[in-house]
């Protein structure tokens, strides 16, 4: 009697315990699980595996499936017991003897291992939770067949495309096409008419998998993920699932950026609609992580479109990144901050010229700031990303102290080469090159030693470029070479020059008129300013030399766009035209006369005191060599412009070129009083 007494207490512990399981669906679900739990263990007190083994492992199977769907308490903890149950039924259940409690049990088992992978569990446990719950899922398949199960064959074949868009390794790309496989197998039995919730499930997940799918025509997967996201929204409506429809709308819109198409432009709204859509949802109160995300993606958007007002958009985009950042906090969540903080310097870095050098700063803030959480111990590539923006953006910055800027910049672009070598890296590698180089080249203190670094930069990004593969990048590079060789003073000046108008030269080689006008305008005009440097060999040959680049220089006309390097062209044609001596002398110096002037429309004496009084000195001389025309006017017009001059100097307090016009003017006052 007592033996039945206590089989009839179990069966009711056990009776008990599929009932609260069964109520879990409703009601307070974890209070349920945990009674459900305590029933089925105490119905194992008499059901033990000995005497009972069948209704033993049947507990244990319910007990699993209870554990597993518990999240109360620890959840590690609770999975590894479910696992622990099935694996404990698989004592008394086998492929011969119980197929269908076995094929549960390894599904349970399988789930139990996929659910870890949730949970921030170490890499090695990753990589060994995946091939277990792979293994016991397939093993599954063996009894839950297509034709015999379809219900069990499509949840397995769900979580096993699951699986395998997290399996790690070399072969990315198969393993996702893998996971395509099973979610399509699961499709043939999912509709939206008979299931509905697992049908559309199954649909976001296609369109997650083909917008990751790393091979194949990038596009055209993405056309894919798009299409299986629009259908996954024919079940989860607004009205409906709210948050799997919000969830949809954040991956279409990160779709629709990614498309380009004919009209990249038309994609981009339509990822900015989506993004918009699905923070009609999100909240930073109740979603914040999920907002917040789409915030990030939402500036990124308004950053890529290229109509509208550019301002506007760029201010759009910041505004969007400054909100994610009231989620995105640096002690809860550094490296979505750090990532947040690195888009708001990019965005920075686009913003128009008219705002150019406060941007510029707000960029070096925000990088400044992603390096305290990239360092380079953690994230070598992201930390050496970072410190070559910040060094373009150093070597950019032309407001406060500009020594200093470049100082930065060259320390900046200096630490991103210690992780960007020219073996594993050569293009960035080379690029980084090029703008140390010109770091280098621009640096007042030591400058000719500065100037030999630069050299040895820009040769080294020549040993990655070259004309056939990277036309344009070989070009720049040949002309910034020549301009640090055409700067370099001393003994080697005129074989320096010479090398600089071979560098010139190649870069003409690309740089042609009808393609690159402006480069090729810029390059003739050093080419000019090398020749007239020149002082060995035939000098007036040279002098013709430089006139004729300087001409055509000229036949490209940039003064709207860069009107102080047009008057500077101006200036230095006008210097070679007063120092040429063959032909018409005094043409020549009409001719440099003009120029000097020309110059004056753009060199103000509010704007470039300097350059101002540069030119009417230089007028002043041709004015005073002039001798064709009224020679009394002509001094009187050098004398006017040695004036000018003279009080332009004395301001800056430059002593040695006060001197120098004053004994100009003193010339031509000897030569006026021929007149008196």
């Known amino acids: ?58 507990i244990q199977c ?4 209870a554990y597993r769907m518990q999240e109360r308490g620890d959840r590690f903890t609770n999975l590894r017991k479910s696992i622990a149950s099935f694996q404990a039924s698989l004592e008394v259940f086998s492929y011969e003897t119980t197929p269908i409690d076995w094929a549960q049990a390894q599904y349970g088992i399988g789930v139990g291992y996929a659910q870890l992978l949730r949970l921030p569990i170490p890499q090695e446990q990753q990589h060994i ?10 093993a599954a398949l063996k009894v839950f067949t297509y034709e015999s199960f379809p219900e069990e064959w499509a949840k397995t074949q769900s979580h096993l495309g699951n699986l395998y868009c997290l399996q790690p390794g070399e072969d990315r790309y198969e393993a996702l096409k893998q996971a395509i496989r099973c979610y399509e197998n699961a499709m043939k039995v999912y509709t939206p008419e008979t299931n509905p919730v697992e049908w559309a499930l199954t649909q976001h997940h296609l369109g997650n998998v083909y917008a990751f799918l790393p091979g194949g025509d990038r596009q055209e997967n993405l056309q894919q993920a798009v299409y299986h996201y629009q259908e996954a929204l024919k079940v989860n409506t607004l009205d409906a699932a709210p948050r799997n429809w919000a969830d949809i709308m954040h991956s279409l819109g990160n779709a629709y950026r990614l498309l380009v198409g004919d009209d990249p432009n038309s994609n981009l709204q339509t990822a900015i609609s989506c993004y918009q859509n699905a923070l009609r949802v999100y909240a930073p109160e109740t979603t914040p992580l999920e907002w917040a995300a789409v915030q990030n993606r939402l500036g990124i958007a308004y950053n890529l479109l290229t109509e509208e007002n550019e301002e506007e958009r760029m201010e759009k985009a910041l505004g969007c990144f400054y909100e994610a950042l009231r989620v995105y ?30 941007a510029l700063r707000k960029a070096i803030e925000c990088f400044q700031a992603t390096l305290q959480v990239y360092t380079r111990h953690d994230f070598p590539l992201g930390w050496a990303t970072v410190q070559s923006n910040l060094g373009h953006a150093y070597f950019n910055l032309s407001s406060g102290d500009i020594q200093q800027n470049l100082q930065n910049a060259i320390a900046a672009l200096e630490a991103a080469l210690s992780v960007y070598n020219r073996k594993a890296f050569p293009f960035d590698w080379a690029r980084l090159q090029h703008t140390l180089g010109s770091a280098y080249g621009n640096l007042t203190t030591n400058a000719q030693q500065n100037l030999h670094k630069a050299i040895g930069c820009f040769r080294a990004a020549l040993l990655v470029y070259n004309k056939g593969t990277t036309p344009e990048e070989w070009a720049m590079t040949q002309s910034s070479l020549g301009d640090a060789y055409s700067n370099i003073s001393g003994e080697q000046r005129q074989e320096m020059l010479e090398r600089a108008i071979a560098c010139y030269e190649a870069a003409l080689q690309i740089y042609q008129r009808h393609v690159y006008p402006l480069e090729w305008s810029k390059v003739h005009g050093k080419l000019g300013y090398a ?10 040959h040279n002098l013709r030399k430089a006139m004729d680049h300087y001409r055509q220089a000229l036949k490209v006309d940039f003064r709207q766009v860069e009107p102080r390097e047009w008057a500077l ?55 005073r060599d ?21 009080e332009v100097f004395r301001a800056l ?21 021929d007149f008196a």
């Open 1 to 58: 009697m007592d033996t039945d007494r206590k089989r009839a207490e179990a069966e009711e512990h056990y009776q008990q315990g599929i009932n609260y399981s069964s109520a879990a669906a409703s009601g307070d679900q974890q209070d349920n699980l945990e009674k459900a739990i305590t029933s089925f263990q105490a119905a194992l007190d008499f059901y033990t595996l000995a005497a009972y083994p069948d209704q033993w492992a049947q």
């Open 62 to 65: 319910r007990l699993g499936t």
């Open 129 to 138: 939770s995946i091939q277990k719950a792979l293994s016991c899922l397939q």
């Open 329 to 358: 906090t640096r002690e809860e969540h550094p490296i979505e901050w750090a990532k947040t903080q690195n888009m708001l310097a990019l965005t920075y870095l686009d913003m128009p010229d008219d705002s150019n050098q406060t």
């Open 531 to 540: 020749y007239s440097e020149l002082s060995e060999g035939r000098r007036q």
């Open 569 to 623: 062209l101006l200036f230095n044609l006008a210097n070679a035209y007063r120092e040429y001596e063959e032909g018409d002398r005094q043409e020549n110096l009409e001719a440099a006369i003009r120029l000097y002037q020309a110059t004056l429309s753009i060199y103000t004496l509010d704007t470039s005191p300097l350059e101002w009084a540069a030119s009417q000195n230089n007028c002043g001389n041709a004015y």
């Open 626 to 646: 002039l001798h064709r025309g009224n020679r009394r006017q002509n001094l009187e017009a050098a004398l006017a412009c040695y004036e000018h001059a003279l």
């Open 653 to 673: 307090q430059m002593d040695e070129y006060v001197a120098a016009i004053q004994e100009n003017i003193s010339s031509v006052y000897e030569a006026l009083k």
